[in-house]
């Protein structure tokens, strides 16, 4: 985000000294930038060396063989199934998610949550974690930012941090993992990056974080941040140990930094026929795009049929996870709270039966829902494969190749 924010002690004038008013110790400044010094930074002020560390050994990422989808079909995955009762509780935020789809660009996984993830930082790229329900706190070198359902929480790559749910219910995570930087859609930036006019949102919408933290250093005690990174030309893990705890920041400023943003504080653009999905568009990274549907008016042309037409996404794969409300266009199909529906590219989806007349008429949709629009083909991880719902692809039909939707 090229919108600058300033939290506790900087010193006036950068890469100068900054001491301690107490000791009169020297803070280590570290520079936190994107594209190689070319892009969005921050400078964060810490009080002990911030490239300290005593151990370095293997975090062993859950065994995953993502399945290309092929033969092709659209599929329903019902994320709930996958923490049945009670087994939130142990889930932790980052360790706990399971993958549902994910290819060379992005990976989109799910977990239910009831207990504090450890210390983590995503080499690979930058995160955006939208909250379906519960609440929590994101914990960073940064700062807090207070967390609860309908945000969400995009977070620059590298940034240590960790996830505190709060409350007595599970902390319900959909998070958006890129291998590259996710920023609000190019478009609806100016040339020097502050949001426009024409935007659905702007900067008084986005939440920075609260702090800096200054959490204590326990002496003698190490501490465990587990890294995501790129190895081999896939994804490894490595819990790195370090003397001092990395939440030893006395003041940052900069446009880096990780930001909450609710998906009822997105202002809808609506008109008398269909608004294509890119109307909706939130952020964008190398390779997909996030779009919302949110509760809004729906086209008012005399004529106009407010569910979407039929189409084919030649170029892409959409996925959509149905978050809240009542979406018109899948009624019929299953699909309900906690869904996820793929529709591949190659494959014509549009409303289920009935909805494209039931619809006309329709004032009001409410309805919420992300998507996911990727480029390259989407392939079906651990988790998809866990929660598929079998059907689906046989809902505008009314049967599949045994006759019936089994
Ligand atoms: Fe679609």
Not at 11 to 31: A, I, V, W
Not at 188 to 211: K, N, W
Not at 285 to 295: A, D, E, Q, R
Request: charged share 20%; net charge negative; with cysteine.
């Amino acid at each position: 985000m090229a919108y600058y924010r300033s939290a506790g002690a900087v010193p006036p004038k950068r890469h100068t000294q900054h001491r301690d008013p107490e000791t009169g110790g020297l803070y280590f400044e570290e520079l936190m930038g994107e594209e190689g010094f070319s892009s969005d930074s921050s400078l964060l002020y810490h009080r002990h060396l911030p490239s300290a560390m005593v151990d370095s050994r293997v975090w062993r990422l859950p065994e995953d063989k993502p399945e290309p989808n092929h033969p092709l079909k659209p599929y329903h995955f019902r994320l709930h199934d996958l923490f049945p009762g009670e087994s939130w509780r142990q889930a932790d935020p980052v360790r706990d998610r399971r993958t549902v789809l994910g290819n060379a660009d992005v990976r989109i996984s799910y977990v239910a949550a009831g207990v504090p993830s450890p210390l983590y930082r995503n080499g690979i790229g930058d995160e955006c974690v939208y909250v379906e329900s519960g609440g929590g706190v994101l914990e960073s070198v940064f700062g807090s930012i207070e967390v609860g359902a309908g945000d969400y929480v995009v977070i620059p790559r590298a940034t240590t941090h960790r996830w505190l749910p709060t409350g007595d219910a599970p902390l319900r995570l959909y998070a958006i993992e890129a291998n590259s930087h996710i920023t609000p859609a190019k478009r609806y930036l100016s040339t020097y990056g502050q949001l426009l006019e024409h935007a659905p949102f702007c900067e008084r919408d986005l939440r920075g974080p609260v702090g800096p933290l200054l959490a204590e250093d326990v002496p003698g005690e190490d501490t465990e941040v587990y890294v995501k990174h790129r190895v081999g030309g896939g994804i490894g893990g490595t819990v790195l140990v370090t003397p001092t705890h990395p939440f030893d920041v006395v003041g940052w400023d900069g446009c880096l930094y990780p930001y909450a943003f609710n998906i009822s504080d997105y202002e809808p653009i609506t008109g008398r026929v269909h608004q294509p999905p890119p109307a909706h568009q939130v952020f964008e990274g190398n390779g997909f795009v996030i779009c919302n549907f949110v509760p809004r008016k729906v086209d008012y042309h005399p004529l106009s049929i407010p569910v979407p037409y039929y189409h084919s996404n030649v170029d892409s794969d959409e996925v959509m996870f149905y978050t809240g409300g009542d979406y018109e266009a899948r009624k019929g199909s299953g699909i309900g709270q906690g869904s996820v529906s793929l529709h591949p590219g190659g494959h014509t989806h549009g409303p289920q039966p009935g909805a494209y007349e039931r619809s006309i008429g329709a004032e009001f949709f409410d309805e919420l829902a992300v998507m996911v629009d990727t480029f390259r083909p989407l392939d079906l991880a651990e988790g998809g494969r866990a929660a598929d719902d079998g059907r689906y692809a046989w809902s505008w039909s009314g049967r599949g190749p045994q006759g019936d939707l089994g």
